[in-house]
Structures are given as C-alpha cells and as structure tokens.
C-alpha cells in the first residue's frame, strides 16, 4: 500500500536535464521573489498547457476531430483582473471564459453583467455560438 522510499527518491539524469533546461527557460540564471510572473508562467504551462496538449495529441491519433480553443479576451471585468494582477501581464486565466458562457451565480462570483460593454456582449455571443455549435454539430465552426 505504501511506496518504496528508494522509489521517491529515484532520478533520472535525462529528468535532471529536463528540469535544467525548464529552469534555464522559465527563469534564466536565478530564481528569486521578482520571478512571479515566470512562475506563474511554468506552473500554468505545466498543469494547463502540457497536458491539454498531450490529451489532444492523444485523441487526435483516433478518427475523432479535435479542437482546441486558448481564451484571450480581457477587459476589468475577467477573473485574471483581481486585485494585485493588473499590470503583470498576466493574460486570462483559467476559467475566464465561464462568465462569457454561462450566468454565474453573484453568491460565487458577482460578475458585473449590467456593465458589459459591447466588446463583452459579442464576445459572450461568440463563445455561446461556438459552444452551442460544437453541441449540435460536433463542430465549433461548421460549414453552412
């Protein structure tokens, strides 16, 4: 039921290379407190786009079509917009697109519907069709 203790401390020289060069990439020749961005960078790289990437790959290998949409409108009204983001340059964050698919309960997150500017407005109805469309076609942008 328990692991090895020798099998937690197992490395690999090709996983010691691997980790080096991800360091290198993600924060040059130091790490310290001014690396939040980069950071923030590696682990949404690492437990967003790595493994949607390789799930895709996957599925591709079949004779399913596979799509994949990366959210990157933002304006004040994105979650990614908290305070203490602003400036950073953080982009949208995961989940951002929720607001613009679905009425969000103000109990969880109060969303400021009545203030959404038209960008807001077409962008929700973007995503919407593009949902709407891969739930009845099986395809987010099917030929007419």
Not at 60 to 84: E, H, I, L
Request: glycine share 6%; with cysteine.
């Amino acid at each position: 039921m328990f692991v090895q203790k020798s099998l937690l401390n197992w490395t690999d020289t090709c996983d010691v290379k691997y980790a080096n060069m991800a360091k290198h990439f993600y924060f040059g020749d130091k790490l310290d407190s001014e690396d939040l961005v980069s950071y923030l960078n590696f682990g949404s790289d690492a437990k967003f786009l790595y493994p949607t990437h390789k799930y895709m790959n996957y599925m591709s290998s079949s004779q399913v079509p596979v799509y994949n949409y990366r959210m990157s409108f933002q304006d004040n009204t994105s979650f990614s917009f908290a305070t203490g983001t602003v400036g950073l340059g953080l982009g949208t964050v995961h989940g951002d697109e929720l607001p613009y698919i679905f009425k969000i309960d103000p109990s969880y997150y109060d969303v400021p519907y009545a203030g959404w500017s038209e960008d807001n407005l077409r962008h929700s109805h973007r995503m919407c069709q593009l949902w709407a469309n891969f739930a009845k076609f099986g395809n987010p942008t099917p030929e007419e």
